[in-house]
């Protein structure tokens, strides 16, 4: 049985004299390995297996033995490299979203997300915040990963002080190219070996969980270290094998008895005011959301074109500035069918240079984006620095769609709320600002465009049956809406609710709102 | 009826006066561009619809519109934009492939892969060479899209001296970033009006061809110039529609009626010899080239250990050296079943540190490799500047397994060879050596080594029925083999034939092959 409770120290049972008994036991075993990796693969879930630690040497061999031993047309191998211009200009885990394994495959880190939180902290030391940050939104992206049924599992292949200074001695004689290596134990610096396992063993702290639990293997003889991944791997993925059916919703402890998040839906700053314009403000949560916005507004059409003319040219002039700046704009558009949003977006488009936007149709996702977690797609479209990406629906279709159609179950659609608060939270915390709308119009005027649509040609597309049977949801929606604004309206990203009725006042809504944002962007007091 | 034979200037036959007239047409026309457009999706055709030209304003509302009157959910813009380092270092086209649509959906393209060649060409001379190749890609790049069901539109937005001088003053009065712009018109530098259209309208006559054709639309008048983009292209998909169920394979005949390319199997240098070593030497085609290779080769287990240790530490840093350098690697590894591929693949990746290589297993393609050219895949998983791709099946796929099992139709892995030559040359031209291996070994090792399989539990899933199906179309299998050493046994990629039935033999031929190349990139004699 294994300990999941806190990082442990593993080793393997299997007992051995010389290679070749070593061999008749890597012999008679790996098949156990390989066919659990296929019914991993059958089973459909995806591995994040992790490989870190004090031994340079050592990984390059474990990489070719995984490779070996299983059916390597199920495994990614990824070593840490220096990120990429693409994966600079974008948040943290950018890159490990884009590296991660779809159902059924293993993803082979080598380094991954750890590498840089320790070279932050030891080469050019970041402060206790920095630290904290990454270290929460590693717990945060792991645990999304676990609950959506990965096998998440970290190996700490460790070596003490004199095994380790006798590894690098032989390395630097024969291997010049390794001091060019990113990883553990490539800290330059006058840090002790003390310094830098305390370093660790704090890291293990605050990201061992249960779900996504790091073992330590002794890797001073390499046929050791072999054989007890070997086993180990075999245990846990016949362990993920047996719990995967009944996976029951993951109750999250720490493992030194601290609660490691604020609270559950991780929203604590969610009633924060950040925009006194029309972004939403809670009153307590007696009011539902939707029930503030003023459905009678509307807009003259000459006022509409001397605000149109000036905002046209400034939100020109304010997106190549933001560009400059190096500032990310996010913008999400959601709404009840027919409410405006295609027309708000391209008359938002009309404004801008092409080069700087890239507009994002969600639609039902491909097969792909299916092998992945919800979040995947959308991670990937994210901007890089300066640009724009705006979205037609969202990740919210999780909320919305996906709860009132139950294509989600309810422990997916209600633990999502946290997952894109800490998604949006990742975003800010790299520079990219959010604005989200939601476009409001009353049954009636969607009755009316509904109408209108049948009898216009270039329209009939955009209405399919699927509109008309989510009318007669109108109550679920609704209430999955006002639960949505409330749960993921944070300081970071504020929902901006936009009554629709009048197309003309939306669009200088949606519009003033986003010159605004630009504005702060650009002058940097964002 | 459209003109396919030349690049022809276009114009709508619409008439109208003023805003509102104009209005009404689009209001009339559009249903139908719509419909052809849902067609086309519905069909899975993929459509590259290129706009280039001298009108820098026009584009962006071209944009607007067509994502407007068409269903944007199916169509992906990309504005040409400075390559970003993961592009920068790859071959030219990479960003393309990458930007290429799935079946179904629409590329809209803004100045796309014709921006590069005009500004080498005018900003930075490049010499008639670099031109000539660019050309070259840009031709074959279109038609294998093109035969392959695409289809491949080029517009260009047409001002005369006049009309684009009115337009630079106006713009540079109200948009200094467009300064930033890199287009069609921002040619810096002293070159006249002339000067710029003498090279336009060379490009159209390097470029234009019946299946990948250009036209001019006058882009003095807005108004105009969008009701003759909206015709047009709903002609093109109308025609498109009709001729796409019985798709001819194509003729290619160049406008101005020379033939554009050297020969049909696109390889005129193909027997010319780079590697007086193992590598494969055609003798006027009277020999099979399977047959040429002598099984009876062996290696001793002292012998072999021996240069193992050599070849252990000498590929160790020459592939740093080559990293250095700046040049990447293809290893393409094809061969019957059970030649011992993957032991050959390991033997070699325990040489490397992992940091510089990636293993590609080749399996059968997913939903989305599906729904993009056969080579898509490949071009996507090509190694960036200084790093190694190794992929264990291949491309050939198209002219072994997809030929022989008719998973591909005749038409199609015949134009194989060339477009294979035309991507590896690609790679070569990009500082990129390709190393080809087909490992032989006779059919009664085969049997041997599947009896063997059998029996041992961790191989015998690699044994499948279709392992033993193939075994009875050895002739068909080796036929095609034949025919692709024959066809794609080019100066720049030459074939390395490997005899394989003893297995230290093969792999030290292997290691020394790639240890020689690596040599070579190295001291950059390549």
């Known amino acids: 049985m294994i300990d999941f409770t806190k990082p442990v120290r593993v080793a393997t049972k299997a007992t051995f004299s010389g290679r070749s008994q070593y061999e008749s036991i890597v012999k008679r075993d790996r098949t156990d390995l390989l066919i659990r990796q296929l019914q991993i693969h059958e089973q459909k879930s995806p591995v994040y297996l992790l490989i870190s630690g004090s031994q340079t040497s050592g990984y390059a061999r474990i990489i070719n033995h995984l490779n070996e031993w299983m059916d390597a047309r199920f495994i990614q191998t990824h070593v840490h490299q220096p990120d990429t211009d693409e994966e600079h200009q974008r948040p943290f885990f950018w890159k490990y979203w884009r590296q991660s394994p779809p159902k059924g495959e293993i993803g082979l880190f080598l380094g991954g997300w750890y590498t840089d939180p320790y070279l932050d902290r030891l ?131 720490r493992v030194d008895g601290k609660a490691p998040h604020a609270d559950e839906a991780g929203t604590m700053q969610r009633h924060k005011k950040i925009d006194p314009g029309n972004s939403f403000e809670t009153d307590g949560a007696s009011t539902p959301p939707l029930n503030t916005i003023d459905l009678s507004k509307s807009l003259s059409r000459s006022r509409y074109e001397e605000k149109m003319k000036h905002l046209w040219e400034s939100l020109y002039l304010k997106s190549w500035e933001s560009y400059d700046r190096g500032q990310s704009l996010v913008i999400v558009f959601e709404g009840s069918d027919a409410a405006g949003k295609g027309g708000a977006i391209r008359r938002l488009t009309r404004c801008m240079d092409a080069r700087l936007y890239r ?168």
Not at 380 to 398: A, E, N, V
Not at 401 to 421: C, K, S, T
Not at 447 to 474: A, G, I, M, Q, S
Not at 497 to 517: C, D, F, G, M, P
């Open 123 to 253: 080469i050019e030391p970041r402060d206790e915040e920095h630290f904290q940050h990454q270290m929460q939104e590693i717990r945060e992206t792991e645990r999304l990963w676990a609950e959506d049924g990965a096998l998440v599992v970290k190996i700490w292949l460790h070596l003490d002080q004199d095994d380790k200074r006798r590894n690098k001695q032989g390395k630097r004689n024969n291997r010049p190219h390794d001091t060019w290596q990113v990883t553990m134990d490539d800290w330059r610096g006058d840090h002790s070996y003390e310094e830098k396992m305390a370093l660790v063993h704090r890291v293990f702290s605050e990201t061992h969980h249960p779900d996504t639990p790091w073992f330590i293997v002794d890797a001073s003889d390499s046929m050791l270290c072999n054989l007890t991944v070997m086993h180990l791997l075999t245990d846990l993925f016949e362990y993920h094998l047996q719990k995967k059916p009944a996976r029951p919703s993951l109750q999250r402890v």
């Open 359 to 526: 507009v994002i149709q969600t639609a039902a996702p491909t097969a792909l984006e299916h092998a992945h977690h919800y979040l995947w797609r959308f991670w990937m479209q994210i901007p890089q620095q300066g640009k724009i990406t705006i979205y037609d629906r969202s990740w919210y279709g999780r909320v919305l769609v996906e709860r009132v159609e139950g294509f989600a179950d309810p422990a997916e659609w209600q633990r999502a709320y946290r997952e894109i608060n800490e998604f949006e939270r990742q975003l800010c915390r790299s520079n990219t600002r959010i604005l989200k709308f939601w476009l409001q119009i009353s049954p009636e005027e969607q009755l009316k465009r509904f109408r209108k649509r049948e009898k216009t040609p270039y329209k009939e597309f955009k209405l399919t049956d699927e509109d008309w049977r989510n009318r007669e949801k109108l109550d679920h929606y609704e209430a999955a809406v006002n639960d949505m604004i409330r749960k993921t309206n944070t300081d970071v990203a504020p929902w901006h609710l936009i009554s629709a009725e009048n197309k003309r006042h939306a669009r200088i809504q949606v519009l003033e709102t986003v010159e605004k944002a630009l504005t702060e962007l650009a002058s940097g007091c964002a």
